[in-house]
């Protein structure tokens, strides 16, 4: 079993930034790669950024050139950087870590950006 705790969501008025970060602790040696989706009211989970521990990264088409995702392999801990806010950047966000036949889930973080 894998733990994923987030940290860092929040109200921030669009143009504005957040910081995000996940801690995996438990079974972490097969995860792979680490990432963050959201799942705003009404809509399907979504990704938003992923990365492997070799560094390999893939983002969602919404957030391009706006968030950045990076990721602390000695310390199991995956960050996303999120500059100039949207309001439709809106929701829960999850961090995820997948593994050989799951894919492990935390329990979210609340992003709003208002007008």
């Known amino acids: 079993q894998v733990q994923l705790v987030e940290s860092g969501g929040g109200s921030v008025q669009a143009g504005g930034s957040l910081r995000l970060s996940c801690a995996a602790s438990?079974?972490?040696?097969?995860?792979?790669?680490m990432g963050w989706y959201r799942q705003a009211p009404g809509k399907q989970r979504e990704l938003v950024a992923e990365?492997?521990?070799?560094?390999?990264?893939n983002y969602g088409d919404s957030v391009k050139g706006r968030i950045t995702i990076s990721r602390d392999n000695a310390k199991n801990t995956v960050t996303l950087q999120m500059n100039n806010l949207k309001p439709e950047d809106t929701g829960v966000y999850y961090c995820?870590?997948?593994?050989?036949?799951?894919?492990?889930w935390g329990k979210g973080t609340q992003v709003t950006g208002s007008y």
């Open positions: 990365i492997t521990s070799g560094g390999s990264t």
């Open positions: 438990g079974s972490i040696f097969s995860i792979n790669p």
């Open positions: 995820s870590a997948k593994g050989a036949r799951v894919t492990f």
